[in-house]
């Protein structure tokens, strides 16, 4: 329970002004960000003290005891009008700071939130594995629970999480939803991944795939008849399939390579712009479907032909980010600046054919 009057009256204003986030460092005041810009409020920097104060009354002693010992800690809170947030805390000169990420309590449809309608068909795969990845701050949690309530309006079926931390609370619809949340409910990723294999589910999500281990659970799992959705951070569909297979060696990077190309059913790589007028931010993706010649490139290691494979699979419904980058610029939903800012291929964009 949040008690601090002043972390109340931040808390209220992020609300207010619309803000995905709010940051809170000692000698700078107040920091909203809104539409992916940093905002400082009109208002005194904020002091070590005042920090302090306010990160003690969201942690409970069990959560005080972990950030005294780890020097961070990420938790999930309920606040009377911001509603669920993800609070991230960290230590600099010895006090702690925090950053606060709202979650919002509704979930978009897929045209609010810009996605593509292949991914509809992906989550309605009866097994598998199914990556959502991009840097910090490109909605991949967003996604994840869109598909997430997809499945849930749709099959009956069990559907378990494991998240760091719960960010969006699923009510029980067609499916039976059960939320675990690390360090309140599991104590790791890896041993609620393996555990979770035993509570009969039929779609496991797992909030970010980071290590061998969790990999190699995770593709077990979509190879023997679940469904798989999964986070990582990777810029595109290419560097998460290398990032995937390159934590492995040897004989056991053989094995994976294998699984991978038996079980993935797609990836969806994704990054938040600001759109044209600045007033709010448009996604871009990349989406790889795992048809027949993906599979084949994935199995012999071929890697570096997935982005033309991918470009000569439109009518599969496949994009690349060049390509989608490129369409939104046409239809003046991001800058020219922007577009090729984030371009891989920048001088390749400028030549596009209009």
Not at 41 to 47: M, N, S
Not at 115 to 140: C, H, Q
Not at 308 to 316: D, L
Request: overall charge negative.
């Amino acid at each position: 329970m949040i008690n601090s009057d002043n972390l109340n009256r931040l808390l209220t204003a992020v609300n207010d002004c619309g803000a995905s986030d709010l940051h809170l460092v000692a000698g700078v005041p107040p920091a909203f960000r809104v539409n992916g810009e940093i905002i400082i409020a009109d208002e005194d920097a904020l002091t070590e003290d005042e920090i302090t104060e306010m990160a003690d009354s969201l942690m409970n002693e069990q959560q005080r005891a972990k950030f005294d010992s780890e020097w961070e800690l990420c938790i999930s809170i309920l606040h009377s009008i911001a509603g669920r947030v993800r609070a991230t805390f960290y230590r600099r000169n010895n006090h702690p700071e925090m950053s606060l990420r709202i979650c919002g309590d509704k979930i978009s449809t897929r045209k609010e939130l810009g996605l593509p309608e292949r991914l509809d068909e992906l989550a309605r795969k009866p097994n598998g594995l199914v990556l959502i990845t991009g840097p910090t701050g490109a909605g991949k949690t967003t996604t994840l629970n869109y598909l997430l309530d997809l499945i849930n309006n749709e099959r009956r079926c069990k559907i378990v999480t494991i998240e760091d931390p719960v960010e969006f609370v699923h009510e029980n619809k067609r499916a039976i939803v059960v939320q675990q949340e690390v360090l309140t409910d599991v104590r790791s990723f890896n041993r609620a991944l393996i555990h979770v294999l035993r509570q009969d589910p039929d779609v496991i999500v797992v909030g970010e795939i980071r290590d061998h281990e969790a990999i190699s659970t995770a593709l077990t799992a979509a190879e023997t008849g679940h469904l798989v959705l999964a986070t990582m951070h990777s810029p595109n569909v290419s560097n998460a399939l290398e990032r995937i297979i390159g934590v492995f060696e040897g004989s056991a990077q053989k094995q994976i390579v294998l699984q991978l190309s038996n079980s993935l059913q797609g990836i969806i790589a994704q990054d938040l712009l600001p759109a044209a007028d600045r007033t709010h931010r448009i996604l871009a993706y990349e989406l790889l479907i795992a048809t027949g010649a993906v599979r084949n490139l994935i199995r012999e290691n071929q890697l570096h032909h997935l982005e033309n494979t991918i470009q000569m699979s439109r009518k599969e419904g496949m994009v690349l980010m060049d390509n989608h980058l490129y369409d939104l610029y046409c239809k003046c939903a991001i800058s020219y600046d922007t577009a090729v800012s984030r371009a891989r291929h920048p001088d390749r964009f400028t030549k596009q054919p209009n």
